[in-house]
């Protein structure tokens, strides 16, 4: 049994293999051809409608964040409000404390030098 290179006699097909190879490397490259064509003719569409849909959502992005923050600022605000008046409140009530201090010290002393 000898095992040498194959020759067109030990593959009685052989032309059939070639014309079959031919037909699947014509029907590759013609798929491939159509496959580029379609992809050129719905590219730049779908390439369109993908920015379109990017600068939206931007869009609503941008307006969805300028809401919130807007909404914060004023609540922050509102809170910085309460806290000021609150403390004005407390500075108002310490002041008046410390008069009614300062009166009842005065009347004591003024009491304790006239001996009554």
Known sequence: MTTGPATTESMPNVPANRERN???VMGLLAGSVVGVGL???FAPRAVLDMRKRAA???RSLGGVASDRYH????RIGDAV???TRKGQGLR???SDAVVRGAQEVERYATN???GH
């Open 22 to 24: 031919c037909s699947f």
């Open 39 to 41: 992809g050129m003719l």
């Open 56 to 58: 939206d959502s931007a």
């Open 71 to 74: 909404r914060a600022s004023t």
């Open 81 to 83: 409000d309460e806290i």
């Open 92 to 94: 108002d009530d310490l």
């Open 112 to 114: 304790a030098k006239t």
